[in-house]
């Protein structure tokens, strides 16, 4: 079963325009970690928060975190057609990293 | 540093037989984790290795196992190959699981 689950499963927006995933999850986690998938290839690790976090950045990417909610987002700011792939949040617990289903982004050049 | 590599690459096997995937982790690094990916369950965690210990099991069934060698290099082996099987396996390495995950770039697998 999947711990996490992206908001919305598909998103399609201009370049240019910011992109919001969200990700929802259930249990206590030890960190939350988003990573981008390129069509059909490996994951690439693109930022790491930790549960006494609530905020983070990297570039162009926002990372935020409510542990009282159980929930995190990743915003993508002044977007690119190569920002187009999978992005997907992981919950680490207990020597294990649980995947989410996954957000497809598609930026529209 | 070199990144994560899995070979082979793409693979077709039919029912009944049996498979064995490789990955060399980054230099340094002692775990390794497995994943399957399939369009219906997703990313799926199989099990994490650590100084040639099993040290996190997912949840598939005996079928699929796998073991770590001294110089930190993985093997995973699925018997009785079935369709479902059918998928994407990841193959991740890092310092301490948990943390960031460096992946390769998979294996193909297509069961016939």
């Known amino acids: 079963s999947q711990q996490g689950e992206e908001d919305p499963q598909a998103l399609s927006i201009q370049e240019g325009e910011n992109a919001t995933m969200n990700c929802s999850y259930k249990?206590?986690?030890?960190?939350l970690q988003w990573y981008r998938q390129n069509s059909g290839r490996g994951l690439v690790h693109l930022i790491l928060i930790r549960s006494n976090e609530r905020e983070k950045h990297s570039g162009r990417l926002r990372v935020t975190l409510d542990t009282s909610k159980k929930s995190s987002s990743l915003l993508i700011t002044a977007s690119r057609a190569a920002d187009t792939a999978s992005y997907f949040c992981a919950t680490a617990l207990a020597r294990q990293l649980t995947f989410g289903s996954g957000t497809q982004l598609t930026v529209l050049p | 540093k070199a990144g994560v590599t899995q070979t082979p690459r793409y693979l077709i096997k039919t029912r009944g037989q049996q498979v064995t995937l490789s990955c060399s982790p980054i230099s340094g690094h002692r775990s390794v984790s497995w994943y399957q990916q399939t369009p219906g369950q997703g990313l799926q965690f199989l099990f994490e290795?650590?100084?040639?210990?099993?040290?996190n099991k997912g949840n598939f069934p005996g079928r699929f196992s796998g073991r770590q060698f001294s110089n930190s290099r993985s093997e995973m082996n699925v018997s009785t190959l079935e369709l479902g099987d059918s998928a994407l396996y990841l193959c991740?390495?890092?310092?301490?699981?948990?943390?960031?995950?460096?992946f390769g770039p998979g294996t193909r697998l297509t069961v016939l």
């Open positions: 991740a390495s890092s310092q301490i699981i948990g943390d960031t995950q460096y």
């Open positions: 249990t206590s986690i030890n960190n």
């Open positions: 290795y650590f100084s040639e210990t099993q040290r």
